[in-house]
Structures are given as structure tokens and as C-alpha cells.
């Protein structure tokens, strides 16, 4: 019986030691992930599960640079160092195209773990976003604006009236907000579209095709109203002599067809048999010629006798 006794004794005490040294371990490793999208660099891990009365997490980061000139060397996050929150922006330390190995140190008490990202990270992976683009019509010209604009970042847009595609202008944007001229193009409807190139990383991204109504200048309006009233001034004064030529057609051809009877003085039959000559008088000047006429030779014969 004291046997016994002793052996579930011991057998408690065992119990103890494990529960309290073995179940309050870090386990083997955390949940670390990396989120970048727009060239901002997030790591993110699990928080820690087992409760500790101090725990802080530091981040390290090692790139081609450290592997290969450095003899492997680890270099501290700039600010990330013994922090409390399970996140770390990396944005400003992993600032070049190299493939990354990236490290978590978490401290419980006097605890220490390492846990590394699986893969190594390389800022190319970014997900870009396509900027959106507003545009803003002021008198001649065209405002265009992108947003989100990163570093370093090139928009290649194309614009064309509607139905000319094919003859579409490129415009190269490094400064923002753009302007361009649409003088030679008011009353059309306007579209762009652009592609976003991050040169860091050779990447871009579309933005898609956005289309504008382009307002008439005052001049042009002016002169489409006044034609418009003129032609509505035409068309009504069609209509009119249309109805007019229907309704008093017959009255207006009697009277242009209708014959004055002629005067008296015109039927009198004494001067209708009565010639009238016409003398022909020249007002030019003339000198008188005197023209004479041969006269007649009379031969007289006489008669001989004997």
C-alpha cells in the first residue's frame, strides 16, 4: 500500500514538471506572410498563442547583398525592433529588386524563437493597382489626373475623337496633373486610355478607357442657332406660299392672264389705213452733195436735097 501511494506520488509530480515546463514553450514556428501591393511591403504573423508576462517580436531581413558581401549577415528592420504588434512595414528596407530572406524573433520572457518566410520575397511580386483617372474639362484644355501616383511611375496615354482609333495620340506623363489642348477638337467626344509603368520593376498595369463629350465653343453655337433659325424660317415660309399657291392659285392667274381693252384713239380706222412714214434724221454731221445728172444728147438730122 505504501508502494502504491509512493508511485502516484511520483507519478503526480512528473505530471507537474512536464505541465509546467513543456506546455508554456513557444511552439515550433509562426504564420508569416507578406503582403505588397503598390510597391508597399507588409509582413504579417499569427499573434503569439501561449501566454507570456512580456513578448515583443523583432524582424530581420537578409538580401543577395548580405548573403554574398556580407558573409551571410542579418540586418535589423529599421522599425521593427522589439515591437508588440504581429506587423512590419518593409517598404523602405527592402528598396531594391533582390530576392529577400526575412526572419521573425519572438520573445517570451527569456524565450527566444526564430521563424523564417517560407519563400524569399522580391519587390518585382507586387501587385500594382491600376491608377484611376479623372479628367476635367477647362475652356481649351483637358486636365488629366491619376490616382494612386507611385514613385517612379510613367503613364503612357492615348487620346482620339470617337471613330478614330486608329489615328490616337500618345502623350508620355511624368508630372501630374497633365494638361493637353482639345481646341481642334470641341463638339467631339474625346477618349483615353493609359498604361502605368513602375521602371523600378518593369511592370505596369492598364487603365481602362474613359470617354468625354467635349462642349462647343460660344462661336459655334452662335452660328448653329442662327442656322437653325433660318432653316425653321424657310420651312415655315414654304409652307406658306405651299398653301397660298393652293388656296389663290386661280384668282392670281386671272389677273396676270386679265387684258386692258385698248383706247379709242387706237381703233380709229382712218388712222389704222393712213400711212405713216418714218423719216430717218441722223444727228450726225454732214456736208451737202451736189450730184449732177448727164443730160439727154438730142441729135438733130437734117435732110439734104438735091
Not at 542579418?74 to 526572419?103: F, K
Not at 489642348?181 to 463638339?187: D, L
Request: aromatic share 8%; glycine share 4%; charged share 15%.
Amino acid at each position: 500500500m505504501l508502494q502504491l501511494t509512493h508511485l502516484i506520488k511520483s507519478l503526480y509530480l512528473l505530471f507537474l514538471h512536464f505541465n509546467i515546463n513543456y506546455s508554456s514553450s513557444p511552439p515550433a514556428h509562426l504564420k508569416i506572410s507578406i503582403k505588397s501591393v503598390n510597391m508597399k511591403h507588409h509582413l504579417i504573423w499569427s499573434p503569439w498563442q501561449v501566454s507570456c508576462s512580456t513578448v515583443n517580436y523583432t524582424v530581420q531581413f537578409q538580401g543577395e547583398y548580405e548573403l554574398h558581401k556580407l558573409n551571410g549577415s542579418w540586418v535589423d528592420a529599421h522599425d521593427c525592433q522589439e515591437i508588440s504588434e504581429n506587423q512590419c512595414d518593409l517598404t523602405s528596407d527592402l528598396a531594391s529588386n533582390s530576392d529577400y530572406y526575412i526572419r521573425v524573433m519572438t520573445k517570451c520572457d527569456n524565450k527566444t524563437i526564430w521563424t523564417r518566410l517560407p519563400l524569399t520575397f522580391n519587390r518585382r511580386n507586387t501587385v500594382l493597382l491600376a491608377p484611376a483617372m479623372t479628367t476635367v474639362i477647362e475652356g481649351d484644355l483637358v486636365q488629366v489626373g491619376f490616382s494612386p501616383i507611385l514613385p517612379d511611375m510613367t503613364v503612357y496615354m492615348e487620346s482620339w475623337s470617337e471613330g478614330d482609333e486608329q489615328n490616337a495620340l500618345i502623350h508620355v506623363i511624368r508630372n501630374y496633373p497633365y494638361h493637353f489642348s482639345i481646341a481642334t477638337h470641341r463638339g467631339e467626344k474625346m477618349c483615353f486610355r493609359a498604361e502605368a509603368l513602375v521602371e523600378a520593376i518593369n511592370k505596369s498595369c492598364s487603365i481602362h478607357t474613359r470617354c468625354i463629350s467635349t462642349p462647343e465653343t460660344a462661336e459655334n453655337s452662335a452660328i448653329l442657332v442662327a442656322v437653325s433659325i433660318a432653316v425653321v424660317v424657310v420651312v415655315a415660309l414654304a409652307i406658306f406660299l405651299g398653301c397660298s399657291t393652293t388656296r389663290f392659285g386661280p384668282y392670281i392667274k386671272q389677273t396676270i392672264r386679265h387684258r386692258e381693252p385698248l383706247p379709242n384713239v387706237l381703233l380709229d380706222d382712218r388712222l389704222i389705213s393712213t400711212p405713216i412714214l418714218f423719216i430717218d434724221v441722223s444727228m450726225e454731221h454732214t456736208d451737202p452733195l451736189l450730184l449732177f445728172c448727164p443730160a439727154e444728147i438730142q441729135y438733130t438730122g437734117v435732110e439734104e436735097t438735091g
